[in-house]
């Protein structure tokens, strides 16, 4: 094998690997969809957080409120009488717990007779 066929393979290696690098974003964004966020609360809190039994309704409650009952439930400390969100909001960001106190703060806490 020649020395230059070693070397033009060499440097291809390094223009590959530093394409590759360079194609990558500088900084990771994660992205996510709330509604399908907010759709996994619906088993429990009802559709559009609407909720039907004892679970506490979340639709159309303050933005503020729910933000906060949220950063309560993932703090070291949450409230005392906390069964499941506790450990719901643990996976989630802040960022996403913004956006879903934003979502469920803009939902209609009763429906108009005739709207699905
Ligand atoms: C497994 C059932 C379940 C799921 C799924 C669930 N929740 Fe809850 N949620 C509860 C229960 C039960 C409470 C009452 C507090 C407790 O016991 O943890 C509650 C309380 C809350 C509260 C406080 C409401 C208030 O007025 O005090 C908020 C806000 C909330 N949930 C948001 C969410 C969001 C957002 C999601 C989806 C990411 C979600 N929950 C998913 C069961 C659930």
């Known amino acids: 094998m020649s020395t230059l066929a070693s070397y033009s393979r060499w440097a291809l290696g390094v223009v590959v690997l530093g394409v ?3 194609a990558q974003p500088a900084v990771a ?20 957080g609407r909720s039907q039994t004892v679970i506490p309704n979340l639709a159309g409650q303050p933005e503020d409120q729910l933000r906060q009952k ?9 409230p005392a009488n906390t069964t499941v969100m506790n450990r719901l909001v643990k996976a989630l960001s802040d960022e996403q717990l ?10 209609p806490a009763t429906l108009t007779q005739g709207a699905k």
């Open 70 to 78: 949220l950063y309560d439930f993932k703090s070291d400390t949450p």
């Open 20 to 22: 590759s690098v360079l």
């Open 29 to 48: 964004q994660k992205t996510f969809d709330v509604s399908v966020l907010a759709g996994s609360c619906a088993n429990c809190h009802g559709t559009d």
């Open 98 to 107: 913004d956006a879903l106190a934003n979502y469920f703060a803009q939902q």
